[in-house]
């Protein structure tokens, strides 16, 4: 991150450092900090603002450049991926680091003048006349014609000592961002109920050496559980005290009961929440599950707001938010360019 108090770091140099610690080290990062512009009293009416600025934002951002567009992206730094080590399974940047991808991303989109960075939380928007207003936590307001939410989610950690620290290193949550790297190997599962029979029967196919920790009394149908047995594939039902780790690399649950099992990686499926619930109080329809509602074009139930990425998904990967990203920024800006294209229908004809 660029230090509140260092804001002289150029963006290059910053990113350059970026990529270079990133790739050397492998360690966790934060996302991308903007560099503040200086743009307290900016009374701009931007055609489009688009909230969150990692991969879904930046490549809404990207289509809406090139379309010669005025662009502010906000953005406070915290994507979902931030602690994974390694990112994989998009093509061209498989097993690059999240920053490496982002740092990328971001020179690229930087290079379009008509992009303009704000590094900040969005906290409330509002309908105005020109279209809509965006308040952040500094008090600081801007105004734009479109809106888009590449906002994300937040995984829900569960109170377990150790959980957070393996999270996206060793706990992991999808087989196909990680499931390679960790395939053979001794793994558990944590999770219970039918949602344990569904993540048992899909990770089978990536190691046969499964044991299913339910954190409590199981709740798998008998039916399941029979399977499960079929499978070699134990049940253990006592309550987990903690992971005991070395950096996020999981080797040993211990038990409440004092007992404890080794295993080298663990799929723990988690619930979510929304990273910004600014959507959801400008009117944005939700799905039942959580995600915001959208049309193919990226639109939400609110005309003028579109919304991309992590946030309106289930396919949770780096390139399903991009594919998004760019689909929102294509639809946002070809309905600005049509609304903005003056004609009237000559009654000669
Ligand atoms: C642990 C883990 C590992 C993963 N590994 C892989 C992998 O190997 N391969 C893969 O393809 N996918 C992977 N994924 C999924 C991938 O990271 C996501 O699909 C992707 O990051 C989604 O991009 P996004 O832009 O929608 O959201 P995010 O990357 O989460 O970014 C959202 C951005 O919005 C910002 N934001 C949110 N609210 C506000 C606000 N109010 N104001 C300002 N800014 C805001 C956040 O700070 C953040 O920068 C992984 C996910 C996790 C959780």
Same mark, same amino acid.
């Given at each position: ?122 906290? =409330?928007?509002? $309908? *105005?006349?020109?279209?809509? %207003?965006?308040? +952040? !936590?500094?008090? &600081? ?31 992991i949550h999808c087989p ?11 793994t558990g599962i944590l999770a219970n109920g039918e949602q344990a029979f569904d993540v048992v029967r899909l990770i089978s ?5 499964l044991?299913v920790? =339910?954190?409590? $009394? *199981?709740?798998?149908?008998? %039916?399941?559980? +029979? !399977?499960?047995? &079929? ?35 663990l799929y723990a499926p ?80």
């Amino acid at each position: 991150m660029i230090p509140e108090d260092n804001p002289g770091l150029s963006r290059r140099k910053f990113i350059a450092k970026v990529s270079l610690v990133s790739t050397a080290l492998a360690v966790p990062f934060q996302g991308l900090s903007f560099i503040k512009p200086p743009i307290m009293k900016d009374k701009t009416l931007y055609d489009a603002i688009i909230v969150g600025g990692s991969y879904s934002g930046l490549a809404a951002a990207m289509a809406l450049g090139r379309a010669l567009k005025q662009v502010l992206i906000i953005d406070n730094g915290k994507p979902c991926n931030a602690q994974t080590p390694y990112s994989h399974n998009f093509l061209t940047q498989d097993g690059n680091t999240p920053a490496g991808i982002a740092a990328l991303a971001f020179t690229q989109v930087e290079s379009y003048e008509n992009v303009k960075f704000y590094n900040g939380l969005a906290t =409330t928007g509002r $309908k *105005t006349d020109d279209g809509f %207003e965006i308040r +952040l !936590a500094t008090g &600081e307001a801007f105004r734009a014609g479109k809106l888009i939410f590449a906002t994300g989610i937040r995984d829900i950690m569960p109170a377990i000592e150790g959980f957070a620290e393996c999270w996206g290193i060793s706990v992991i949550h999808c087989p196909y961002c990680h499931g390679y790297e960790v395939r053979g190997l001794r793994t558990g599962i944590l999770a219970n109920g039918e949602q344990a029979f569904d993540v048992v029967r899909l990770i089978s196919n990536w190691t046969k050496d499964l044991t299913v920790f =339910t954190n409590g $009394k *199981t709740s798998l149908s008998d %039916e399941h559980s +029979l !399977a499960l047995e &079929e499978h070699q594939i134990t049940i253990i039902e006592k309550e987990i005290q903690k992971l005991e780790h070395i950096n996020g690399h999981i080797n040993t649950i211990f038990f409440k009961d004092g007992t404890k099992s080794t295993l080298s990686a663990l799929y723990a499926p988690r619930p979510f929440e929304p990273h910004s619930m600014i959507p959801e109080t400008l009117g944005c329809e939700l799905t039942e599950e959580g995600y915001i509602k959208t049309n193919a074009l990226q639109e939400t139930s609110v005309p003028g707001i579109y919304a991309c990425g992590d946030n309106s998904t289930r396919m949770r990967t780096v390139a399903n938010a991009v594919a998004m990203g760019t689909a929102a920024g294509m639809s946002a800006s070809k309905k600005i360019i049509l609304d903005q294209f003056q004609y009237t229908v000559s009654t000669k004809y």
